[in-house]
Nanobody
Framework: QFVESGGGLVQAGGTLTLSCEAS????????IGWFRQVLGKEREGVSC????????IYADSVKGRFTISRDSAKNTIYLKMNNLKPEDTADYYC???????????????????WGQGTRVNVSS
């Protein structure tokens, strides 16, 4: 349902932009988000975006460094990650749910549809 790309190896302080393209259904009528997971730990919310009202949530650890965006024409969401830190190293996933209003939190428990993930590795 989603094809994620853009992960890779980058030095601390560098920039990466992740993409998540939906192939089956539109992302315009859904809450979407980016999440990350480190091996052995639970998946955590990085950033979520709702439709009505339009709202964006960022995890405290990425505020001011990461930006989520949506391109309706391309049916794609992005996560631009600036000033990357070694602690940002993880597998990143895009998620979607058939709701338009932001859930109580940008938490993976509220999302049922997932991409396959893309790995981000930040070296110190």
């Amino acid at each position: 349902q989603f094809v994620e790309s853009g992960g890779g190896l980058v030095q601390a302080g560098g920039t990466l932009t992740l993409s998540c393209e939906a192939s089956v259904f539109s992302l315009d009528d859904s809450v979407i988000g980016w999440f990350r997971q480190v091996l052995g730990k639970e998946r955590e919310g990085v950033s979520c975006m709702s439709v009505r009202p339009a709202k964006i949530i960022y995890a405290d650890s990425v505020k001011g460094r990461f930006t989520i965006s949506r391109d309706s024409a391309k049916n794609t969401i992005y996560l631009k990650m600036n000033n990357l830190k070694p602690e940002d190293t993880a597998d990143y996933y895009c998620g979607k749910e058939w709701i338009i209003t932001m859930p109580p939190a940008c938490d993976p428990v509220y999302f049922r549809y997932w991409g396959q993930g893309t790995r981000v590795n930040v070296s110190s």
